[in-house]
């Protein structure tokens, strides 16, 4: 099965509403590695790997978020994958 990598920034009301705990779940849920963090500038950041339909989950996850979340727009960029192993939030 291959692997793919995807990062992406999410911006909208994304910090605060538990975006990177609910992001963390849907990938042990969908069995992806990666991690996620609160920019500054008030963006999500985050890199997810494994297979293409799970990493395409998790993405389509971040166009949405959780239920408190307002996602205004996802930029994301496909990349080379590192080998990651299970799923941190910084």
């Known amino acids: 099965m291959e692997t793919v990598r995807c990062h992406v920034w999410v911006e909208g009301r994304v910090q605060g509403v538990w975006f990177r705990g609910a992001t963390r779940e849907q990938a042990r849920r969908h069995?992806?590695?990666?991690w996620a963090r609160n920019l500054a500038d008030g963006r999500v950041e985050a890199v997810f790997e494994g297979p293409r339909e799970a990493v395409?989950?998790?993405?389509a996850f971040c166009g949405q978020g959780p239920p408190a979340a307002r996602v205004d727009h996802v930029e994301r960029r496909d990349e080379p994958p590192e080998?990651?192993?299970?799923?941190e939030i910084a």
Do not use: I
């Open 31 to 34: 069995g992806v590695a990666g």
């Open 56 to 59: 395409a989950a998790l993405v």
């Open 83 to 87: 080998g990651l192993e299970g799923f």
